[in-house]
């Protein structure tokens, strides 16, 4: 590493490792706001703009809704999940004053975050190329659909839709000729959550770009490409083998047994990585290790005959009795938890799991998933709820307006 690249120490009082550094959030919805709290999350001050009134789309994302003091409904749950640690500021950026304001806020800040459409921001001044004209430091990242180039740049880009045109769907779900088979999306917005910590990473390898030239840049953060790229092993099985992968129920492409299995109670996920691990699970359930089953590449040809094998031993257990039996034998092995099992397991309440905030204004406490960033000398902390819309406006425009 160059001696030129120097970051500061962080102050003995520091609240976590990007504290000093000032975040101006003109996203929405998921993506966005997930990267801009993760760094809220790591010590940065986050000023999240939002439309008079209205406010981010997601505090109308529901129900769920928090309740207000006086009873009435409040934010949508949805907005809680990724806003954590902001402030909130109501700005009209369609008016001069608004545009105005934005364009002096990010003046005094370190990075820009915003999810609107391609060159939507151009007609307020506030694309990059106008705001590093002021701040030539700054770091800007913009989040699309199809990036800021390319055949499909002018195209909106939204998460289910991505999920199907990325392949990832084509991948997910019971194979053809099963019943409910069908494509199939993940369960939560996986890709807006992946592209937020895609464009938080960018945005933390600008910053230390910056602060070693003095030059920021603009990030360019595509949930296509991002997309692309989650497919991971299946996009590297498809280069090899010529062959696009297909949908394949709870079985892995490249390893078996690797999939849930039936207990007199329920469903244990037995994830067998390497041929030890098969032979301590045949060891832990009574079986024999087959020729045919001597090896992964054995097992995943002949994993129709594999699965019914386990299965048969399996449903005598109980979830319990078989994790006891397998994790003895070292063989990885856990529950299809519920969602609220998640929260009741004994690691996840070790681990403060859950993050429980006040707001004046709700009726009752705010509660969200903790950051599973753990550092030993920084540590996260979680110094404000979700903001309420508009919280702060007055005092972030009143310090604004001194600094004229």
């Known amino acids: 590493m160059s001696d030129a690249v120097s970051i500061p120490a962080a102050s003995p009082f520091s609240h976590g490792p990007l504290t000093g550094v000032r975040v101006l959030d003109l ?14 999350d790591l010590g940065a001050e986050v000023i999240k703009i939002e439309r008079p009134g209205a406010g981010d789309d997601t505090r ?15 934010d949508a749950a949805y907005f809680l999940c990724a806003n954590r640690g902001k402030k909130s500021v109501e700005l009209d950026i369609a008016t001069p004053d608004g545009a105005e304001a934005v364009r002096r806020l990010a003046a005094t800040c370190d990075v820009v975050v915003e999810n609107f459409k391609t060159g939507g921001l151009k007609k307020y001044g506030l694309d990059y190329a106008s705001l590093a004209a002021a701040n030539p430091k700054l770091v800007y990242c913009s989040i699309t659909g199809f990036g800021q180039d390319g055949p499909d740049a002018h195209r909106a880009g939204y998460d289910y839709m991505i999920q199907a045109m990325g392949g990832l769907m084509s991948i997910t779900g019971q194979p053809d000729g099963a019943p409910g088979a069908e494509p199939m999306k993940v369960g939560v917005a996986v890709v807006d959550l992946f592209t937020g910590l895609y464009a938080s990473n960018a945005i933390l390898a600008a910053l230390w770009h910056a602060r070693a030239t003095g030059e920021g840049q603009h990030i360019d953060i595509a949930l296509f490409d991002v997309q692309a790229a989650m497919l991971a092993n299946q996009a590297t099985n498809y280069f090899v083998s010529g062959k696009a992968p297909t949908r394949m129920g709870n079985a892995h492409p490249n390893l078996a047994p690797y999939q849930p299995f039936p207990c007199s109670d329920g469903m244990v996920i037995i994830a067998v990585g390497n041929d030890g691990q098969f032979r301590a699970l045949c060891g832990a359930l009574g079986l024999q290790v087959e020729d045919r089953f001597a090896t992964n590449a054995l097992r995943v040809a002949n994993r129709e005959a594999l699965g019914p094998l386990i299965a048969a031993q399996t ?18 092995c856990g529950p299809v938890n519920t969602i609220d099992q998640v929260f009741e397991e004994p690691q996840a309440i070790h681990r403060g799991l859950t993050v429980e905030q006040t707001r004046p204004d709700l009726a009752d406490p705010v509660r969200t998933v903790a950051s599973p960033i753990r550092l030993s000398k920084t540590p996260v902390r979680y110094d404000a709820p979700p903001p309420k819309l508009g919280q702060d406006t007055e005092a972030v425009l009143g310090a604004l307006k001194t600094e004229r």
């Open 27 to 40: 996203s929405r919805v998921l993506a966005g706001p997930w990267a801009t709290q993760t760094l809220a």
């Open 60 to 74: 109308h994302w529901g129900p769920p809704f928090t309740t207000t003091a006086d009873g009435r409904p409040g």
């Open 315 to 332: 449903q005598g257990f109980t979830m319990q009795g078989l994790m006891q039996a397998l994790e003895a034998a070292g063989v990885p």
